[in-house]
């Protein structure tokens, strides 16, 4: 009973992805609190309590529930009954089918739990949505009573720090030795992971979109500086992590307040400082900090810095004026064009692993406030502007309006259910598979993708890195978490390569 136990159940937020092959701020954070405050700890995902539990993979696929081990998963049952405290990590904003991990329900959870603890160990629960008291109550009544002896929301490092304010407030001073102290979770990780690395909170728009989680969080806006980021990232990268992304912040660009030099900067001292970094990879922009000089120059710094297959995803969420007036979206429909245009205009280009440097990233909502039967018109003609525009983009994501305490708390008619379904259909096959083609031609060469799921007889790889795109070999188990190079043979879907090993 003198150890601490942290229960991994993935973590996906508007700003910030803790779901394998990535790994939240959260679970790593309070490894941190407990290293400072000299506390022995195991770290666990539910894949570990899955296993224990006698899930196996199957002949023709692996089973992605049990995919994401640690080297602690032998020792589960032992590790769980003699434990003091009991950190169980959770809060998924969409209800995502993952390519090689399933977050758990509450009652999976639970009836784990009940199987493996020990009445005597006390169980938190940090649940990483819920930024208003309204949410946070709604969460609360859904979770399973009697379950947990706390829910705790916000930041997991302000629990620890004994934060009696706003618990979604960054304490960034202290942070600094958490966040350093944070990589020895790598000590207990089986699997390579991709770090994700907090860079500021609050957004620089004020007021914000109305139906927006970062505003509901009601931050200021603030940074963490770019010493402490390059120690965060070195401590992780000695430690063997090769894989980050600046993706905990709702938008890169605001960095110092649009800062070049800041910006430029905090990529020179993590290259000086970690030479061997694979893939870095940045998260979130606002196109409305794209189309200005500053934005210009920013977008020049990270295509020079950071590593090929990045993206800059764009909330744009709508191209309908009604709704972008109603919701107070983000930049004009002119500086989405114009946007996307800059962005290529630096990133186009291939890199060494066949993928273009920097692309657009498009998300799209389905829900909004103003939406009528002309948005989806809206957004097929602003498509169809760009596809002609010979400008590409890597990635669309289209999604339903999801409630501030996450996707599984949401209801939708079946009208509305088949309605997105058409949405989604039109979308994809007006854009999303034309400009696939076009990103990703017939016989282009792509190297680095990580062999990362076996399905059906079939192997999924991707590479370690943001939205990476999905390459299917067909008929072929190749061996997990080696790197491969393929050529490109066809297409399945509207994300999905078909390859061939070379
Ligand atoms: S620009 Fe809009 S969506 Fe992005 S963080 Fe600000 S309020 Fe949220």
Redesign the pocket.
Known sequence: MDYDVIIDCYTDE??GLGVPPFLSVHSRYIVGCLEKQNIKYYYLTIDDLRYANGEHHFAQSFNKRILNVTKNKDNVESIIKNAKNIYVVMGCFVKYEYVSAEPPTFSEVEQLLHKYCDNNSKKLLFYSLGGSELTRKSIKETVPQNLFDEIIFGNTYNYFLGETGHKFKPNYDKLREIAVLSARILNQLERPLVFEIETAT????N???T?????MRGLPLQFRNKEDITQEIKSLYDMGARYFRLGRQ??FYAYQNCNVNEIEQLFQMIWDACPNIKTLHID?V?P?NVNTIEGEKITEIVAKYTTAGNITPF?I?SFDPVVREKC???GTIEDIHKSIEIINKYGKKRGDNGIPKLLPGINIIYGLDGQSNETLSHNLKNFEKILSSGNWVRRVFARKLTSPYGEQFDRYTSEELEEFSNWSNEIEEKFTIPMLKKVFPIDLVITELRMEMYKDGNSILRQMATCPVRVVIKNKKLKLDEFYKIRVIGYEGNRTLIGEVI
């Not at 609050?202 to 728009?205: A, F, K």
């Open positions: 508007p700003s609050g957004c620089n728009r007021p914000g979109c139906f927006c989680i970062e505003g709702p938008n979130n606002s409305h909330g969420e107070n979206l983000n």
